[in-house]
């Protein structure tokens, strides 16, 4: 028995292989902190810092803060992932780059698994060896976020294995393997809501699947996609609950207008991007907002070439759909058709097509369909392999090469902020999010005007998105220019009044200008669009006490202790003073023993203050502080 087989013929050392280099290219990834989005998920997110906070972490929005309902993301196999990596290795990036690289060349060997039990292992082996080394990758390898992409794609890509490797009839058992692997990978990532057409797919690459065949197929299957339809179902369910909608809230940052003009003359710019992203990826982007991709408001060469070549691809792939079906011993045509369909079916939820997503264009969005781009060029390599078997190792060769050290180089452009976005800034300054983060560093310097001059470029190319003016008004606001912020905010209030962000900060503004009266006002708005966070309820009883409203002051403040406050001695103490003017004393008392006993974790000074202001009960009646 050989100790290693060659990986042309034993689907074990071709596995083995594309393992270990999808491991030694993305590497250099482990040398990488934090960055970008991982401090919000992660490092700033209290809720996956203690398993104890678990509950709540996986029934709250994934994105913490105040836009989590309006990015319309909710991820409870990932953050259960990050509270126990979190428990495991807390704030050493380390561990957590080591786990998105196995789990990238797992990914890496089921991509091989799958695609052999479709198309000759020559063909398998070659596309993995693409998935695994390609630089398209490393936004979802290098950032340690990214591990909401590869673990849906492991169970994704395990569901359609399992489905592959069994008999043409569903029976419960796998039908309900595939469901809990579905559960997995849809709740680890929202784009895993396609796993039913991948599954239909593979069927149909295998098969022949016409009008005739479809009773038969739904006999042989309606187990399978039924226990598929109560999962996507459930989930789809615990999103509306959760974001109060199942589909995306807000579009891409400065897009808005896709939503007022014919989509297509934008979206074929964007297709053009797909096919440079897998060809020639030497320009790459941790941000591909308008600048980057502009909106197009007609036809021009750039998205005309787009249409073209999309619409090639796609005729081409419906010739090449006729040919055989896909058998693992053989590579017919139907396996390039398999990979554009696969591609289309996969990158469906952020296409942008029938509803607006969160991105025009991401290259993280890009690592499951890339499965599919990966088996057309396995089969495209096999193909001239059988006409010109040294120009297809040469072009093998050269491909996996020029890739791997793209990869290697592009991987530390991740490392930390300061270089993610000296990156996104140096390449393309002209983007309307370089504007903006240029803004951000000149606010963090306090060279407010300098910063308001990127804030106003950026604005000028993104337009009035709700999250970019309550950034800058939340930045105007940190430095007291409360009047700026103000203007922002209405105007933000004014595009879209559904979402209580706006609201909310305009109720700390007019806190901050000792106005209860508009307080009151915008607390309320904001809570009735479901803002149910102490800030609006602290905020509220402040207001009521000040126009000596004590029912209605006290009642607001057992509510901010409700939802969250109550660790804070502050807040009973402030319960007690309102219960007291409301003539209640034995609810007093029992506000300051309660403030006691939470100032004692404090110190002993705060238990002095609470002993002090106790006694103030029997004197003078003092207005209570914000």
């Known amino acids: 028995m050989k100790i290693f087989e060659s990986p042309f013929r034993s689907v074990r050392s071709a596995s083995v292989l594309v393992g270990a280099l999808a491991a030694v290219v993305f590497a250099n990834s482990i040398l990488n902190e934090f960055a970008y989005d991982d401090l919000h998920i992660i490092t700033e997110n209290t809720d996956v810092h203690a398993l104890g906070t678990l509950p709540k972490a996986v029934s709250e ?50 991509v091989v698994l799958l695609l052999a039990e479709l198309m000759s292992l020559p063909a398998a082996f070659l596309g993995g060896l693409i998935f695994a080394v390609h630089p398209v990758h490393v936004e979802a390898v290098a950032n340690v976020i990214g591990i909401a992409e590869i673990l849906s794609a492991v169970f994704f890509l395990w569901a359609c294995l399992v489905h592959v490797r069994g008999p043409t009839t569903s029976r419960w058992p796998r039908a309900l393997l595939i469901a809990l692997l579905y559960a997995l990978a849809f709740g680890a990532k929202e784009s895993a809501v396609t796993l039913p057409g991948a599954l239909f797919l593979l069927d149909a690459v ?85 600048n980057v991709i502009p909106i197009s408001l007609g036809w021009n060469a750039q998205n005309l070439v787009g249409l073209v070549l999309t619409l090639a691809i796609l005729t081409m792939a419906l010739v090449a ?16 058709a398999f990979g554009v369909v696969w591609f289309i079916i996969t990158i469906s939820p952020v296409a942008n097509v029938v509803f607006l997503a969160g991105v025009m264009l991401a290259e993280r969005t890009l690592y499951l369909p890339s499965v599919g781009l990966a088996a057309a060029t396995g089969w495209l390599i096999v193909r001239l392999a059988r006409v010109r078997p040294r120009t297809a190792v040469a072009v093998s060769v050269t491909a996996v090469a020029l890739l791997s050290v793209r990869t290697w180089t592009r991987t530390p452009t991740w490392r930390d902020n300061l270089t993610v976005f000296g990156a996104m800034i140096g390449d ?31 604005v ?11 950034s800058i ?21 004014r595009e879209d009044p559904h979402i209580d962000v706006a609201p909310a900060n305009l109720a700390v503004i007019a806190s901050e200008q000792g106005d209860p009266h508009e307080t009151e006002r915008w607390c309320k708005t904001a809570i009735s669009l479901g803002k149910n966070d102490s800030l609006c309820y602290h905020l509220l009883a402040w207001a009521y006490a000040r126009e000596g409203r004590w029912d209605d002051a006290s009642e607001a403040r057992r509510q901010a202790i409700a939802r969250g406050e109550g660790d804070y001695w502050q807040q009973w103490e402030s319960l007690a003073f309102l219960e007291w003017h409301r003539g209640d004393t034995t609810a007093a008392r029992a506000a300051f023993d309660s403030a006691e006993v939470k100032a004692r974790a404090t110190g002993r000074s705060a238990v002095e203050r609470v002993d002090s202001l106790r006694g103030a009960l029997l004197g003078a009646p003092q207005t209570p502080s914000r």
Do not use: C
């Open 460 to 470: 000028n190319i993104l337009g009035t998105h709700y999250q970019l003016i309550n």
């Open 428 to 458: 393309y300054p002209q983007s309307g999010r370089s504007q903006w983060v240029i803004g951000d560093l000149y606010m963090n310097k306090k060279q407010v005007h300098r910063a308001l001059v990127s804030y106003r470029i950026a």
């Open 321 to 336: 759909w006729r040919r055989p079906a896909m058998d693992r011993g053989r590579d017919t045509g139907r396996a390039a």
């Open 473 to 493: 008004a939340r930045k105007l606001m940190a430095l007291e220019r409360y009047h700026s912020a103000k203007g922002l905010l209405l105007l933000a209030w």
């Open 206 to 290: 295998r098969r022949r699947l016409g009008f005739a065949e479809l009773k038969t197929y739904v006999r042989d299957r309606w187990r399978l996609y039924g226990a598929l339809v109560v999962v996507a179902g459930a989930l789809l369910w615990g999103r509306y609950e959760i974001l109060g909608s199942i589909a995306h809230p807000f579009g891409p940052l400065g897009a808005d207008l896709l939503d007022q003009i014919p989509r297509i003359w934008t979206l074929a710019d964007v297709w053009s991007n797909y096919v440079r992203l897998w060809i020639f990826p030497l320009d790459l982007s941790s941000d591909y907002s308008p």
């Open 61 to 110: 929005p994934y994105w913490p803060g105040e836009f989590g309902r309006q990015l319309g993301l909710w991820r409870p196999v990932t953050t259960l992932y990050l509270d126990l990596q979190y428990a495991v290795s807390g704030e050493n990036p380390t561990l957590y780059h080591v786990a998105n690289v196995v789990g990238h060349a797992a990914v890496s060997v089921l």
